[in-house]
């Protein structure tokens, strides 16, 4: 593994509750694998270094990120970090794990992902802990951070890179989710307190509601084609939204991050 990390130095960050689930983040980790950001950070050199950030109690899901993402990096060297040394387990299937928070274990990865971490800690703590992960990032290296619910039915995120944020998502299971905002209560911490009237990510989720019931007309042809038609709806609002090219399993609302970003 590597790591300039002093043995012995103690972790940045505070043990959180660890709950997980089996398959839990699989609708974040079908994203990275086809996102072409994350694909050039991971094809960038022959054996990406990737950090799972906080994988609880159990390291199911830091295992299940490796696998999605050998398809694009077969070399790929994946490292699970946890805060409460409790945590740690021995290697399994072809991924350590370690005692690390926020400093990454002294690691300079390519990617990491930080998933339900943030949630329990407060607002003003957000970009310290940003702050202390991209520090760490190898040249070219991105941070995905974000939460979902217990499931992984309903999950938001922020991509990172060594400028701070570049972009926020926001992805759902189409047929259980009847309206976009009601992915509110699932956005991360740093946008989550903020989803008022005056705010840009509240904007947001009301334009998607708007276009969403402005696209009924295609709901015979099932959530996802309501769903495409949607964010064609909203670029012609003025949102600059992604639209995904070919079919795609999840619905996914994509902006840059200065569409969201917190005013004042």
Partial sequence: MRSDSRRGAKPSGRVTRGTTNINRLRRVDRWMAHEPAIIAALTSEPRPLIVDLGYGARPDTCVEMAHRLRPVAPDLEMVGLEIDPERIVEPYDRVRFALGGFELAGLHPHLVRAFN?????????????WAQMIAQLAPGGLIVEGTCDEIGRRCAWVLLDADGP????LCWAPAHTARPSELAERLPKALIHHNVPGERIHELLATADRCWDN????????PRARWRQTL???RDAGIDVEIPRGRVV???LTVPWE???VRG
């Fill in 250 to 252: 999840d619905n996914l």
């Fill in 117 to 129: 971490v943030l949630r329990q800690y407060d607002e003003h703590e957000v970009a310290p802990a």
């Fill in 215 to 222: 696209a009924a007309g295609q709901t015979v042809f099932g």
């Fill in 259 to 261: 569409t969201v970003a």
């Fill in 232 to 234: 064609r709806l909203m």
């Fill in 166 to 169: 570049r972009q926020l998502t």
